[in-house]
């Protein structure tokens, strides 16, 4: 979609207009707080200066200097540096002057020679933009034109820019401050009004971009991830986040090209979903993934990027969902060594042991990926590519007939990964509506010869659909065979490759599935996307295969209560030729968790075939059983409402036990993209008094706001336009909307997960509860990641408190930057205050890297900173299923090594 932008833009295309229209910058915005700035005067500085953040972005630094008596940085903790002009430092800025007040007589000179020596000291430092400075002077009049400080600093070079900004409509000192602007190479504007703040405070962007306009340099302009309002609220949300490539458009009449006019921006959006579908998914293993980010270390694709979140039954935005780092997304990164490399542009690889989060967070995986990066050219963008160990090595490859496989490929069981590129029908109209299976139909059958396919990933569905077409006749049998009713106590059962190839089968009608989401798009962590392979997949393929890992819904959902829980159980098939081994699919069942009830008391009543049955069982009232998974939720237990809880919830004695002995380990997970509701913070015993006259000053301050605006609305030196009405209601109504904000914010939280040591298969104990003790029996269920859990009810063990797997917030010391180096590692110290809006640190150090800045070009910025048998499979021939599948791969295909970066 082309889009050309003059200076009418709307708001959600300001930031685009901008970051074509110039080059990066540092600004110091100097605004006055003496007394005469003191009413409606003081309202439009504020406005201004809210309005002059808002056209920053991530490549410029800023810094804000109020002057009266004295000169005072709003923000103490940034005292002589400048900052990255990121949304949550512009946020914290904007909160900061709202809460500004006038005194006093105002000290220009001093405020001008503080603003001069913060940009010639990072200057120097080879910090900030390295490309456009300029002074923001904001203010009701100058008494002089303070030349000896312009001499001093800015004279003869010019290299810092001074735009002038006369607050009211007195004109007494309008000539000073042109003279002012004029002789720093800058821009004078008065600001009357609210209303005129917007248009005004914009003409700088074109003064900034005179330079560029007069040498014709058509720079192209990236910018970072954004999110259409409009494709937000349709159906489209797939293409929710975009990119937008743009460049400057300048006039080129001779006699207009020594003024340096700037006519506009021309642009392109790109959907980063459609980009990063390039990336060879298939080609990545179960784990792999392919991510990018800016040269500002900020994340515009990424498998984990979470930008949207829950409120109520809505979802909306996150207000920093653009703006999250890679080093809170790859947060194993501790030494930040990937995310330096990628905002240098560098190209390379390294290593690191990391956990996953799988299932909302509930469970972990260990991997050690191996993260290949580059630049790509002529954009400020870095691609990352990520292998884990064991996976993307091999692919199997077979020699299959394109008969025998069509054949195959076309029974109504089978469908493929609706968002891999299998054959690219996104160019040519007339594919677009083509499904990916009928693309290669077409393809295969040379029907349509314009078709552009991956012949190698072809190979492999055709492979697989030979291999896996048996499955169809051996599922349809297995129905017949349980044609009574009481006996259809599986499903589904379902088999996925490698290669995005998905078949399933109906063991009951589809009108009484349990779980109607399951294999659809509704539920993304069952099927194949970009981004990931299902759930069940990832579980198995982490397991031995011919283990089975079982998943048990933790709750009902709540669109469809009274259904029946579900279990879905999954092992890997492999497949070794000489040597070399790749997990060609996963398959596995969705049963009822009443069958796997019924089963498991039915063993435990059989001590063995000889023996009869045993004394005791688990239905006894002398025993508690729990069948819990590897991260120790319960699958069974006598008591319904137990039933998919965290074990540590039900019983924290028996839970503590586990953990003391080794038999589970707790890891510590970080979510740093979480949303928390802020915490009232009462520093006395007299707050609740304070709060309703606090609350009572708030109204009043808006109702005065609401008849100033009135006043100015239908006075007759307030005669404004009818839309620049609009315009400033919306500034009063948006404010006070302000106080109004979503309950949940932007935080970081921790988390535990816990993990059965395999190592211990095996255990007893006794737990001593007061007077009494508590004895235990724990063994692990062969060929699965279940554990039966054996207790004894009857002694009281409440004095244990429960363990919880709840987020907690976690609270910062605040870093206070001292002294700024060239390069390498800021000093902080120590302080108790939660961390701020502005610096999120890492819990691992309180250290914040600073990388070397680029010093060639000005858009390649960098920022700184004795025992029962076990159910039976699922399925009797299961097992038996398993060989004949890897089997026939190994027969009919060949492991081939697979990607070389």
Same mark, same amino acid.
């Given at each position: 979609?082309?889009?050309?932008?003059?200076?009418?833009?709307?708001?959600?295309?300001?930031?685009?207009?901008?970051?074509?229209?110039?080059?990066?910058?540092?600004?110091?915005?100097?605004?006055?707080? +003496?007394?005469?700035?003191?009413?409606? *005067?003081?309202?439009?500085?504020?406005?201004?200066?809210?309005?002059?953040?808002?056209?920053?972005?991530?490549?410029?630094?800023?810094?804000?200097?109020?002057?009266?008596?004295?000169?005072?940085?709003?923000?103490?903790?940034?005292?002589?540096?400048?900052?990255?002009?990121?949304?949550?430092?512009? !946020?914290?800025?904007?909160?900061?002057?709202?809460?500004?007040?006038?005194?006093?007589?105002?000290?220009?000179?001093?405020?001008?020679?503080?603003?001069?020596?913060?940009?010639?000291?990072?200057?120097?430092?080879?910090?900030?933009?390295?490309?456009?400075?300029?002074?923001?002077?904001?203010?009701?009049?100058?008494?002089?034109?303070?030349?000896?400080?312009?001499?001093?600093?800015?004279?003869?070079?010019?290299?810092?820019?001074?735009?002038?900004?006369?607050?009211?409509?007195?004109?007494?000192?309008?000539?000073?401050?042109?003279?002012?602007?004029?002789?720093?190479?800058?821009?004078?504007?008065?600001?009357?009004?609210?209303?005129?703040?917007?248009?005004?405070?914009?003409?700088?962007?074109?003064?900034?971009?005179?330079?560029?306009?007069?040498?014709?340099?058509?720079?192209?302009?990236?910018?970072?991830?954004?999110?259409?309002?409009?494709?937000?609220?349709?159906?489209?949300? +797939?293409?929710?986040?975009?990119?937008?490539?743009?460049?400057?458009?300048?006039?080129?009449?001779?006699?207009? *090209?020594?003024?340096?006019?700037?006519?506009?921006?021309?642009?392109?959006?790109?959907?980063?979903?459609?980009?990063?579908?390039?990336?060879?998914?298939?080609?990545?293993?179960?784990?792999?993934?392919?991510?990018?980010?800016?040269?500002?270390?900020?994340?515009?694709?990424?498998?984990?990027?979470?930008?949207?979140?829950?409120?109520?039954?809505?979802?909306?935005?996150?207000?920093?969902?653009?703006?999250?780092?890679?080093?809170?997304?790859?947060?194993?990164?501790?030494?930040?060594?990937?995310?330096?490399?990628?905002?240098?542009? !560098?190209?390379?690889?390294?290593?690191?042991?990391?956990?996953?989060?799988?299932?909302?967070?509930?469970?972990?995986?260990?991997?050690?990926?191996?993260?290949?990066?580059?630049?790509? +050219?002529?954009?400020?963008?870095?691609?990352?590519?990520?292998?884990?160990?064991?996976?993307?090595?091999?692919?199997?490859?077979?020699?299959?007939?394109?008969?025998?496989?069509?054949?195959?490929?076309?029974?109504?069981?089978?469908?493929?990964?609706?968002?891999?590129?299998?054959?690219?029908?996104?160019?040519?109209?007339?594919?677009?509506?083509? +499904?990916?299976?009928?693309?290669?139909?077409?393809?295969?059958?040379?029907?349509?010869?314009?078709?552009?396919?991956?012949?190698?990933?072809?190979?492999?569905?055709?492979?697989?659909?030979?291999?896996?077409?048996?499955?169809?006749?051996?599922?349809?049998?297995?129905?017949?065979?349980?044609?009574?009713?009481?006996?259809?106590?599986?499903?589904?059962?379902?088999?996925?490759?490698?290669? %995005?190839?998905?078949?399933?089968?109906?063991?009951?009608?589809?009108?009484?599935?349990?779980?109607?989401?399951?294999?659809?798009?509704?539920?993304?962590?069952?099927?194949?996307?970009?981004?990931?392979?299902?759930?069940?997949?990832?579980?198995?393929?982490?397991?031995?295969?011919?283990?089975?890992?079982?998943?048990?819904?933790?709750?009902?959902?709540?669109?469809?209560?009274?259904?029946?829980?579900?279990?879905?159980?999954?092992?890997?098939?492999?497949?070794?030729?000489?040597?070399?081994?790749?997990?060609?699919?996963?398959?596995?069942?969705?049963? *009822?968790? !009443?069958?796997?009830?019924?089963?498991?008391?039915?063993?435990?009543?059989?001590?063995?075939?000889?023996?009869?049955?045993?004394?005791?069982?688990?239905?006894?009232?002398?025993?508690?059983?729990?069948?819990?998974?590897?991260?120790?939720?319960?699958?069974?237990?006598?008591?319904?409402?137990?039933?998919?809880?965290?074990?540590?919830?039900?019983?924290?004695?028996?839970?503590?036990?586990?953990?003391?002995? %080794?038999?589970?380990?707790?890891?510590?997970?970080?979510?740093?993209?979480?949303?928390?509701?802020?915490?009232?913070?009462?520093?006395?015993?007299?707050?609740?008094?304070?709060?309703?006259?606090?609350?009572?000053?708030?109204?009043?301050?808006?109702?005065?706001?609401?008849?100033?605006?009135?006043?100015?609305?239908?006075?007759?030196?307030?005669?404004?336009?009818?839309?620049?009405?609009?315009?400033?209601?919306?500034?009063?109504?948006?404010?006070?909307?302000?106080?109004?904000?979503?309950?949940?914010?932007?935080?970081?939280?921790?988390?535990?997960?816990?993990?059965?040591?395999?190592?211990?298969?095996?255990?007893?104990?006794?737990?001593?509860?007061?007077?009494?003790?508590?004895?235990?029996?724990?063994?692990?269920?062969?060929?699965?990641?279940?554990?039966?859990?054996?207790?004894?009810?009857?002694?009281?063990?409440?004095?244990?408190?429960?363990?919880?797997?709840?987020?907690?917030?976690?609270?910062?010391?605040?870093?206070?930057?001292?002294?700024?180096?060239?390069?390498?590692?800021?000093?902080?110290?120590?302080?108790?205050?939660?961390?701020?809006?502005?610096?999120?640190?890492?819990?691992?150090?309180?250290?914040?890297?600073?990388?070397?800045?680029?010093?060639?070009?000005?858009?390649?910025?960098?920022?700184?900173?004795?025992?029962?048998?076990?159910?039976?499979?699922?399925?009797?021939?299961?097992?038996?299923?398993?060989?004949?599948?890897?089997?026939?791969?190994?027969?009919?295909?060949?492991?081939?090594?697979?990607?070389?970066?």
């Amino acid at each position: 979609m082309a889009i050309f932008w003059q200076l009418h833009w709307i708001l959600q295309d300001l930031s685009r207009y901008i970051q074509a229209a110039t080059s990066p910058k540092d600004i110091v915005i100097v605004v006055d707080t +003496s007394g005469s700035m003191k009413g409606l *005067r003081m309202t439009i500085a504020k406005h201004t200066i809210s309005t002059i953040l808002d056209t920053l972005g991530e490549n410029d630094f800023v810094n804000i200097i109020a002057y009266s008596d004295y000169i005072h940085y709003i923000e103490p903790c940034f005292k002589g540096i400048l900052v990255q002009a990121d949304r949550d430092n512009r !946020e914290h800025f904007k909160q900061l002057v709202d809460e500004l007040m006038v005194k006093g007589v105002g000290v220009v000179n001093q405020a001008l020679t503080e603003a001069f020596q913060i940009l010639k000291q990072f200057q120097e430092a080879r910090q900030g933009s390295l490309c456009n400075q300029a002074i923001m002077l904001i203010t009701d009049g100058a008494v002089e034109d303070y030349e000896p400080v312009f001499e001093k600093y800015n004279w003869p070079d010019r290299k810092v820019r001074v735009f002038t900004y006369l607050i009211g409509r007195e004109v007494t000192f309008a000539d000073r401050m042109k003279w002012i602007a004029c002789n720093n190479k800058g821009y004078y504007t008065q600001i009357s009004t609210l209303a005129d703040a917007q248009e005004n405070v914009m003409e700088y962007l074109h003064v900034l971009s005179r330079p560029m306009v007069i040498n014709h340099d058509h720079d192209i302009t990236w910018t970072e991830a954004y999110m259409d309002s409009k494709l937000f609220t349709s159906q489209a949300q +797939s293409l929710m986040l975009l990119t937008t490539v743009a460049m400057p458009v300048f006039s080129k009449k001779n006699e207009t *090209r020594s003024h340096g006019i700037l006519l506009g921006v021309v642009g392109s959006d790109v959907a980063l979903r459609e980009l990063m579908k390039l990336a060879p998914r298939y080609k990545l293993g179960v784990h792999g993934y392919a991510f990018l980010n800016t040269n500002n270390g900020y994340i515009l694709s990424h498998p984990d990027l979470r930008p949207l979140y829950r409120d109520g039954k809505k979802l909306k935005p996150k207000p920093n969902y653009n703006s999250v780092d890679l080093s809170e997304v790859e947060w194993e990164d501790r030494a930040e060594t990937l995310r330096t490399a990628m905002i240098n542009g !560098e190209t390379g690889s390294l290593s690191m042991d990391v956990k996953v989060p799988l299932d909302k967070g509930k469970r972990v995986l260990f991997l050690t990926n191996d993260y290949f990066f580059t630049d790509i +050219s002529d954009t400020p963008f870095s691609l990352g590519v990520v292998l884990s160990r064991g996976h993307g090595e091999y692919i199997l490859l077979g020699n299959t007939t394109v008969e025998e496989g069509l054949h195959d490929l076309l029974h109504p069981d089978l469908t493929l990964a609706s968002d891999w590129i299998y054959c690219i029908t996104d160019i040519d109209p007339d594919h677009r509506k083509l +499904s990916q299976l009928e693309a290669i139909v077409r393809f295969l059958t040379g029907e349509d010869p314009d078709l552009e396919c991956d012949e190698e990933l072809v190979r492999e569905v055709l492979l697989d659909a030979v291999v896996t077409a048996p499955m169809e006749a051996y599922w349809t049998a297995m129905t017949l065979n349980t044609s009574d009713e009481s006996e259809q106590v599986v499903d589904m059962a379902f088999l996925g490759t490698r290669a %995005g190839l998905l078949r399933s089968s109906l063991f009951v009608g589809s009108e009484k599935v349990s779980d109607k989401k399951f294999l659809t798009p509704e539920d993304e962590a069952s099927i194949f996307t970009m981004d990931h392979f299902p759930l069940w997949y990832r579980q198995a393929a982490e397991h031995p295969a011919g283990s089975f890992v079982f998943n048990l819904q933790s709750a009902e959902a709540p669109e469809s209560p009274g259904q029946p829980m579900v279990v879905t159980a999954s092992t890997a098939v492999a497949v070794t030729v000489d040597k070399k081994t790749a997990i060609a699919a996963a398959v596995g069942v969705q049963m *009822r968790l !009443e069958f796997l009830q019924r089963t498991f008391w039915a063993a435990t009543r059989q001590c063995g075939t000889v023996e009869g049955p045993c004394p005791e069982s688990c239905q006894d009232s002398s025993l508690d059983c729990f069948v819990i998974d590897n991260n120790g939720f319960i699958l069974i237990s006598e008591r319904s409402q137990e039933m998919g809880r965290f074990l540590g919830e039900v019983d924290g004695a028996l839970m503590t036990q586990l953990l003391s002995m %080794g038999v589970f380990s707790q890891v510590t997970m970080y979510d740093y993209q979480a949303m928390c509701k802020p915490s009232n913070h009462h520093h006395s015993a007299a707050r609740p008094l304070v709060s309703p006259i606090s609350a009572l000053l708030t109204a009043t301050r808006w109702l005065v706001n609401e008849l100033l605006l009135l006043l100015l609305e239908w006075s007759a030196w307030g005669s404004w336009r009818a839309d620049s009405k609009a315009e400033a209601k919306a500034v009063f109504h948006q404010s006070h909307k302000h106080k109004k904000q979503d309950m949940l914010q932007p935080c970081d939280t921790q988390y535990p997960v816990f993990v059965h040591q395999t190592a211990i298969q095996e255990t007893n104990g006794a737990i001593q509860c007061g007077a009494c003790q508590k004895i235990f029996v724990m063994q692990q269920i062969p060929s699965s990641n279940l554990l039966l859990l054996v207790t004894d009810p009857t002694c009281d063990c409440s004095i244990f408190p429960l363990i919880l797997q709840e987020a907690t917030e976690v609270k910062y010391i605040l870093p206070i930057l001292h002294d700024m180096p060239a390069e390498g590692t800021v000093e902080v110290k120590e302080m108790s205050l939660r961390g701020s809006d502005f610096e999120k640190p890492r819990p691992a150090s309180l250290t914040i890297s600073i990388p070397p800045s680029p010093t060639e070009h000005c858009d390649l910025f960098s920022s700184l900173p004795p025992h029962s048998d076990p159910p039976p499979p699922p399925l009797g021939t299961a097992s038996d299923l398993r060989s004949h599948l890897q089997d026939s791969w190994s027969h009919q295909g060949e492991v081939l090594p697979e990607l070389s970066l």
